[in-house]
């Protein structure tokens, strides 16, 4: 018989918290992540087969690549903002006769 899992189970078998697991969840239906969508079983709350779990957990070890943090982010788009910053800054200051 399959194993059906509630949400604290899944966090659990996962070792995040329910929390990890809803927003998981709401990518996963945005379609920006591969995370399993519940099944429906009555009673409006959502069921993962426990295969369904540990395919996806599978899935993850085999295409394991490294997503920025949040702090990662924010440093790339800051640098991005100083080189666009700097490079206009050359350019007004080629415009102006400053490579004379």
Known sequence: MTEILLINEVAERLRVSTSTVNRWLGQARRGESSFPLP???GGGKGRWTAASIDQWVASQAIASTPIPTRKQRRNAAAAQARQTATERALDR???KG???
């Open 39 to 41: 099944i429906s079983v």
């Open 93 to 95: 200051f080629r415009t």
């Open 98 to 100: 400053g490579s004379q």
